[in-house]
Antibody
Framework: EVQLVESGGGLVQPGGSLRLSCAAA????????MDWVRQAPGKGLEWVAN????????HHVDSVKGRFTISRDNSKNLLSLQMSSLRAEDTAMYYC????????WGQGTLVTVSS | QAGLTQPPSVFKDLRQTATLTCTGD????????ATWLQQYQGHPPKLLFY???SRPSGISERLSTSRSGNTAFLTITGLQPEDEADYYC???????????FGGGTKLTVL
């Protein structure tokens, strides 16, 4: 069974850092681009970042450039998102996704940035 | 990064047909095609169609997509109560190297 399980979310103060992880099971992430998408409470979806199969190509949305970095460890079947200089507007549920049609989604991990 | 445009809400009667629209430009929908997602409150999104017409297994045949230039359409026939959800369109935007999303359409089945 295909599974993506995010972890690492929580409450953090403005200016703080968090590292999100996404563990894959039932398929090998090494075959696919992988992405992070977020959703602020009561709001729509916002794409955050993606990374190609070997990690040599990464893209980030403008609002997180210089603060967030996507990475992957294919040997561990693990996707990560390092977040720093967090702001209140980064508060959201963060989903990892991938697969042949980007049809594999995790359940999400909640990040709350508040003092 | 400009997003795609979707109407915030659509209301349709049971068993009728709903056509949801998504408008972009030549850098996204016009060249890359639309990806459509369905989301129920409190649940992660579910992929319906990838880049216009790649459909994962298990997606109802009552759903179909089309595109005319920079506007994409998701059509749902024979509306059922379980079709009541939020629907998002998305596309890769080659001008900014980013995925862009529409704001989502809340479909209400009356």
């Amino acid at each position: 069974e295909v599974q993506l399980v995010e972890s690492g979310g929580g409450l953090v103060q403005p200016g703080g850092s968090l590292r999100l992880s996404c563990a894959a099971a039932g398929f090998s992430i090494s075959n696919y681009w992988m992405d992070w998408v977020r959703q602020a409470p009561g709001k729509g979806l916002e794409w955050v970042a993606n990374i190609n199969q070997d990690g040599s190509v990464r893209h980030h949305v403008d609002s997180v450039k210089g603060r967030f970095t996507i990475s992957r460890d294919n040997s561990k079947n693990l996707l990560s998102l390092q977040m720093s200089s967090l702001r209140a507007e980064d508060t959201a549920m963060y989903y990892c996704l991938g697969g042949p049609l980007f049809d594999y989604w995790g359940q999400g991990t909640l990040v709350t940035v508040s003092s | 990064q400009a997003g795609l445009t979707q109407p915030p809400s659509v209301f349709k009667d049971l068993r009728q047909t709903a056509t949801l629209t998504c408008t972009g430009d030549t850098n996204n929908l016009g060249s890359q095609g639309a990806t459509w997602l369905q989301q129920y409150q409190g649940h992660p999104p579910k992929l319906l169609f990838y880049r216009d017409n790649s459909r994962p297994s298990g997606i109802s045949e009552r759903l179909s997509t089309s595109r005319s230039g920079n506007t994409a359409f998701l059509t749902i026939t024979g509306l059922q109560p379980e079709d009541e959800a939020d629907y998002y369109c998305s596309a890769w935007d080659s001008s900014v190297s980013a995925w862009v999303f529409g704001g989502g359409t809340k479909l209400t089945v009356l």
